[in-house]
């Protein structure tokens, strides 16, 4: 399983677009590219989940270079409720086990 | 349709007691995971369930132990309790794998405080 790694954390103020962006050198052919959401003393919450180029939600976009070493998670325009520990996962098909690392501690101020 | 739920949500034990953790996945998902979150070390993976086989399972002695039945609900255990197993223990049912590629839904979890 690639390693990935994030920010320890980052602040923003409400409206503002935010970026954390996610490193995994060693991604495999294979590999998606996951990111959760987790509030405090709650599970966390799956957002959105790529392969190459560009994907767009309703609650994010997800960038990933045509080499796939790194990724970017966008929100735009976050709120105070944005608030959370945001997790980046690399993995592949149904086998692999989801490994969460450290994650980044979002602080959005009003 | 109704989300993960876990049973209880908060529990109080002894060292040395033994406790069961209860997980209904959400209706139709065919996969359990078991994670523990610590403020050190963070989100880990115990194993994942899919109809009724253990089918990977993390990096825990073997006082953790888990099973799935045939409805799919899935049970935890842990015996012999020590301080450390204070933790957060979250449940996530997927469709069809516990794997990175299926969206996990994970439970609200069972907090377990270890005197």
């Known amino acids: 399983l690639a390693k990935t790694t994030q920010p320890i954390s980052m602040d923003s103020y409400e409206g503002q677009e935010v970026n954390i962006t996610c490193s995994h050198n060693n991604i495999a052919t294979n590999d998606y590219i996951t990111w959760y959401q987790q509030f405090p003393s709650q599970g966390p919450r799956f957002i959105i989940q790529g392969y190459k180029t560009k994907v767009t939600n309703e609650v994010a976009s997800l960038f990933i270079p045509a080499d796939r070493k790194s990724s970017t998670l966008s929100l735009p325009r976050v709120s105070l409720s944005d608030t959370a520990v945001y997790y980046c996962?690399?993995?592949?098909?149904?086998?692999?086990?989801?490994?969460f690392g450290t994650g980044t501690r979002l602080q959005v101020f009003p | 349709k109704a989300g993960v739920t876990q049973t209880p949500r908060y529990l109080i034990k002894t060292r040395g007691q033994q406790v069961t953790l209860s997980c209904s996945p959400i209706?139709?998902?065919?996969?359990v995971s078991w994670y523990q979150q610590t403020p050190g070390q963070g989100l880990q993976f115990l194993f994942e369930?899919?109809?009724?086989?253990?089918?990977n399972k993390g990096n825990f002695p073997g006082r953790f132990s888990g099973r799935q039945f045939s409805n799919s609900r899935s049970e935890m255990n842990v015996s012999t309790l020590e301080l450390g197993d204070s933790a957060l223990y979250l449940c996530?049912?997927?469709?069809?794998?516990?794997?990175?590629?299926?969206?996990?839904?994970f439970g609200p979890g069972t907090r377990l405080t270890v005197l």
């Open positions: 996530a049912s997927s469709l069809t794998s516990g794997g990175a590629t299926d969206t996990q839904y």
């Open positions: 209706s139709g998902h065919r996969s």
């Open positions: 369930y899919f109809s009724e086989t253990q089918r």
């Open positions: 996962l690399v993995g592949a098909n149904n086998t692999d086990k989801l490994i």
